[in-house]
């Protein structure tokens, strides 16, 4: 019994290594690559490689194959196997395994070479190459996905599965920031990366690299993409803090993963990462401490005076720039409609010139604060403050924000020191998170700049429709990547 329990966990390949067993005669070996004659039974509309690479009867993750008439997976391939009983039972003969990505037929139980597959390999595991990479944003090809959709490269909707349209819109955006994206397209930028022992964190660098190559595939079956396994890696890494069937919020989830993908990649305060190369700058944050507001003059005065109430001044990094609104006004027009307020980008940006002051409450003291710019990184993240949470509920602010689509100059919100030594401080838009509706049950979408036509497209789950760049500025922005 022990012994047919372990030929159901092996390949053809490994046996071999098992004690006692005789090697294979050669002839065995030679019918190895026979030809077959089931190639024109594969189904290539049913293939689906998004999905966990599991058993679907024993759901074991070891030794699965994917039956290329019906899409299913099974495990095993020796005699017993659900591969193999699933081949008799329903005549279904040409298998791929997701691992070593040889083909068999079964049950015959023979290695099938043939290059009319390679089209299977490569959606299973695509593949660029330095040339490819350094093309993707030099043209707009359209290329025909095998069920007859044509499809930009990158400009590719993601599946919603239940709720997790908050993460996509976020992973939409990475995956168009050309030095990210190139990063994680070649494996081997990252493979050799080293881990503690039983460290899950770097399956997000796996499952993102995975991912990327899937959404940039110029050869996909078809012109949408499932992040099935790339949400199962973020709500393990998360601790089910960020989930697929609970609608979560995009600004919370760009900053966890952003953090996590840095550590993951070997990256600390000191030691950078590609996350850091691309979204990193630093700032100057003034801080003064308030006196409690209903202490008598005189005391507010002495306590002003004392050293804990001076201005501290602190060097830090960020990811992200959070910009935030104005308080929207309650008021109705004449036919009692609620106006929509809007406020001019620049006025939002004024929070980081050194000069304007906000006040911050903690539990117990109070702070004024200001923010001054030293150091503007590549590509820079803004993220607009919509939410405010309060005791019992969340309020949503729908101030439009007016945002020029290019050169935006940020260089008076720079120390003087910095303007002399930034070259560039001029950003455009690359990429617009929006949320559509209420705080709890709201949409995401998410307008991106395709660079090798210049077009703008928005992406809401599986739907990619062009959209012109005058529309973008009159959406709920939430997230904007900038260049």
């Not at 996905?145 to 909707?157: H, K, M, R, S």
């Not at 493979?191 to 039983?198: E, F, L, W």
């Not at 995009?250 to 850091?276: C, E, P, Q, R, Y």
């Not at 929070?351 to 903690?362: A, D, L």
């Amino acid at each position: 019994m022990a012994n047919l329990k372990r030929e159901r966990f092996l390949d053809d390949d490994d046996e071999e290594e098992v004690p006692g067993k005789v090697a294979r005669s050669q002839d065995t070996k030679d019918r190895r690559s026979r030809h077959c004659p089931y190639l024109d039974t594969i189904n290539r509309s049913v293939l689906d490689f998004d999905f966990e690479k599991l058993c679907s009867i024993s759901l074991s993750h070891i030794n699965v194959y994917a039956c290329l008439i019906c899409g299913k997976y099974f495990q095993g391939r020796g005699l017993k196997s659900h591969a193999y009983t699933h081949s008799v039972q329903f005549a279904h003969h040409v298998f791929l395994n997701l691992h070593t990505l040889k083909f068999y037929c079964l049950p015959d139980n023979y290695e099938i070479i043939d290059s009319s597959l390679e089209d299977i390999t490569y959606v299973l595991k695509p593949t660029f190459t330095k040339q490819h990479i350094s093309a993707l944003d030099k043209h707009g090809k359209l290329y025909r996905a095998y069920d007859g959709t044509t499809y930009l490269p990158g400009i590719v909707g993601l599946n919603n599965i239940k709720a997790n349209d908050y993460a996509n819109v976020v992973l939409q955006a990475l995956s168009n920031v050309p030095p990210l994206r190139n990063y994680f397209l070649e494996e081997e930028n990252y493979r050799s990366i080293r881990r503690p022992p039983g460290d899950i964190m770097f399956l997000l660098v796996q499952r993102f690299g995975e991912l990327m190559r899937k959404l940039w595939n110029p050869r996909n079956f078809k012109a949408h993409v499932s992040p099935h396994e790339m949400l199962q890696a973020v709500v393990l890494c998360s601790k089910k803090t960020f989930q697929i069937t609970k609608q979560g919020d995009a600004v919370d989830f760009l900053s966890w993963f952003l953090n996590a993908l840095h550590g993951a990649l070997g990256g600390t305060k000191k030691k950078t990462s590609i996350v850091t190369k691309a979204f990193q700058g630093t700032m100057r944050i003034f801080s003064k401490k308030l006196p409690h507001p209903d202490l008598p003059a005189e005391e507010k005065e002495a306590l002003l005076q004392t050293e804990e109430y001076q201005e501290q001044m602190l060097e830090s990094t960020f990811l992200y720039l959070t910009l935030d609104l104005p308080t929207a006004p309650l008021y109705k027009d004449e036919k009692e409609q609620l106006i929509i307020p809007q406020v001019p980008l620049f006025n939002i940006l004024a929070k980081f010139n050194g000069i304007t002051e906000k006040e911050y409450k903690t539990y117990k003291e109070n702070f004024l604060k200001r923010f001054q710019l030293t150091k503007l990184p590549p590509y820079l993240i803004f993220c607009i403050k919509r939410f405010t949470k309060n005791n019992f509920f969340v309020e949503k602010n729908p101030t439009i924000v007016n945002f020029p689509i290019t050169n935006v100059d940020l260089r008076e919100y720079l120390t003087e020191e910095a303007q002399s030594t930034e070259k560039n401080t001029t950003y455009d838009l690359v990429a617009n998170v929006v949320h559509d509706g209420k705080p709890s049950e709201g949409a995401y979408r998410i307008h991106v700049l395709h660079h090798g036509t210049g077009k703008w497209y928005e992406l809401q789950d599986l739907q990619v429709t062009d959209i012109l760049p005058q529309m973008i500025t009159l959406s709920e922005a939430y997230i904007q990547v900038s260049h």
